[in-house]
């Protein structure tokens, strides 16, 4: 058998407070029993005796606030699952939806180029220049104005002239 000694370590070498007292040696310890078996078997006696099975009276009190509660629990279940089937019905509409400004968006595209391409601007300018008598203003009817944010320009009188 392995010799015991106690003795003091430094807390720096082994991580424990100072002064801390540890057993050196290979033999486990005797470990004492917690209770002794007198304890024991008096504890499994008062068990086995019919006091133990012994329901508690609960009360009318108690029945009732469980019953709100859950009651309260189930309410509140049900209105998350209504408003999650709601949330999943507004997102399919807006699926939808987008789906159809989609394809609208792309036969307005669609009809728009159809309509530049058919627009022959030759045409409409000899038109312009022929039977409407329309021909290009000269430098003193240009008049220049300045732009304020937006990108086209409203009139609201008279386009004053040059003093």
Known sequence: M??????RRRSAVYGRSNNSIYIDGNTVRRIQPRFDERERRRERAERESGDALRVPQVSFGYYAFFFLALAVCAFVCLGYVRIHSEITA?????????STLSQIQTSNDEEYERIMGSIDMEEIKRIAMTDLHMKYPDESQVVNVSLEGDDYVRQYGAIPGKQ
Request: net charge positive.
């Open 90 to 98: 507004s997102q399919k509409r807006v699926a939808s939806l987008e």
């Open 2 to 7: 392995g010799k015991r000694t106690i003795s």
